[in-house]
Nanobody, 112 residues
Framework: EVQLQASGGGLVQPGGSLRLSCEAS????????MTWVRQASGKDVEWVSY????????RYASFAQGRFTVSRDNTKNTLYLQMSNLRPEDTAVYYCAKEGTRGQGTLVTVSS
């Protein structure tokens, strides 16, 4: 059973930074491309970022480009999302996902 547990969210001021983590289990993490998605209250799920299985290829939504960095540690079965220069519109629940399967998310609130 695929299990994905995101953590690291919280309240941050505009312009601040956060690092999200996602611990994965129940599948072979090291051979699985992964994505981050987010969902703001009352809105559809929005794709944020992609990383290939070994981390050699990454892609970002336009709003994340230059501010967010996705990475992974296959020895720890963990995915990361470093977010900087956060904006109020980044407020959402963030999830890591494997082939469309989302785990438990972590809430990021950007507010002064």
């Amino acid at each position: 059973e695929v299990q994905l547990q995101a953590s690291g969210g919280g309240l941050v001021q505009p312009g601040g930074s956060l690092r999200l983590s996602c611990e994965a289990s129940g599948f072979t993490f090291s051979t699985s491309p992964m994505t981050w998605v987010r969902q703001a209250s009352g809105k559809d799920v929005e794709w944020v970022s992609y990383i290939s299985s070994r981390g050699g290829s990454t892609r970002y939504a336009s709003f994340a480009q230059g501010r967010f960095t996705v990475s992974r540690d296959n020895t720890k079965n963990t995915l990361y999302l470093q977010m900087s220069n956060l904006r109020p519109e980044d407020t959402a629940v963030y999830y890591c996902a494997k082939e469309g399967t989302r785990g438990q998310g972590t809430l990021v609130t950007v507010s002064s």
